[in-house]
T-cell receptor, first 114, second 114 residues
C-alpha cells in the first residue's frame, strides 16, 4: 500500500508560467509534509515543508498547499524557471516515527521549457 | 559546513557477494537514515540510526543491515547480493531526526549487481 502518491510522473511547462505538482496521501497520522528537489547524479535537496496544522506555506517562488480533508497537497512554483527542471519528491512523516523515517512518493519530473 | 558524504560513488558487484557502503553525516547531526531508490521509484526507507541505536526499520530483508558509530558515521551492509539490489542508495542526516526536520542527503552510492 503506497501511502504517498504522486500520480503525475512528468510535467512540462513554459518558462514564466506556473508549475503545479500534486501529491496525495492515505495515512492520517502524517504530521509533516516536505518537498524535495533532485537533479541527476545528486541527492535530493529540501525545498519547502508544511505541518498538518497549516494549510499554506510560502517561500519565495514556492508555495505548498495542504488540504487535510482531501489528504492532498500541492506545490506551486511561480514563475517557473528552466533551472527548476528536476525530479520533485513529496515526502511525509509522523512526529512519533521521526523525520528519519519519511515516506516518499515516486516523484514527478518537471521540465521547464525556455 | 561540509555536506553528507557517501563513499564510494559507484560499485559493481556480483550476485552472492556482500557490500558495505559508508556515510559521513553533517557535523553535529546525530540521526542518519538510509534509503533505496530504484528506477522510476520513490525512495524506500531502509533504516534510521540515532546515537548508535537503530530507531526505525523499513520493510527490507535481513540481508540489509547497518550500524552507526560514536562519531555518527554510518555504514550499511548488504549480504548475498541479488540482481534486484541494484539501486541508488542514499544516506540522509538531520540534527535529531525530529518530526518535520528536513533531511540532508548525500549524492548516493550507485550499486550495480551483475
Amino acid at each position: 500500500d503506497q501511502q504517498v502518491k504522486q500520480n503525475s510522473p512528468s510535467l512540462s511547462v513554459q518558462e514564466g508560467r506556473i508549475s503545479i505538482l500534486n501529491c496525495d496521501y492515505t495515512n492520517s497520522m502524517f504530521d509533516y509534509f516536505l518537498w524535495y528537489k533532485k537533479y541527476p547524479a545528486e541527492g535530493p535537496t529540501f525545498l519547502i515543508s508544511i505541518s498538518s496544522i497549516k494549510d499554506k506555506n510560502e517561500d519565495g517562488r514556492f508555495t505548498v498547499f495542504l488540504n487535510k480533508s482531501a489528504k492532498h497537497l500541492s506545490l506551486h512554483i511561480v514563475p517557473s524557471q528552466p533551472g527548476d527542471s528536476a525530479v520533485y519528491f513529496c515526502a511525509a512523516s509522523a512526529f512519533e516515527t521521526n523525520a528519519g523515517k519519511s515516506t516518499f512518493g515516486d516523484g514527478t519530473t518537471l521540465t521547464v521549457k525556455p | 559546513k561540509a555536506g553528507v558524504t557517501q563513499t564510494p560513488r559507484y560499485l559493481i558487484k556480483t550476485r552472492g557477494q556482500q557490500v558495505t557502503l559508508s556515510c559521513s553525516p553533517i557535523s553535529g547531526h546525530r540521526s542518519v537514515s538510509w534509503y533505496q531508490q530504484t528506477p522510476g521509484q520513490g525512495l524506500q526507507f531502509l533504516f534510521e540510526y540515532f546515537s548508535e541505536t537503530q530507531r526505525n526499520k523499513g520493510n527490507f530483508p535481513g540481508r540489509f543491515s547497518g550500524r552507526q558509530f560514536s562519531n555518527s558515521r554510518s555504514e550499511m551492509n548488504v549480504s548475498t547480493l541479488e540482481l534486484g539490489d541494484s539501486a541508488l542508495y542514499l544516506c540522509a542526516s538531520s540534527p535529531t531526526g525530529a518530526g518535520g526536520s528536513p533531511l540532508h542527503f548525500g549524492n548516493g552510492t550507485r550499486l550495480t549487481v551483475t
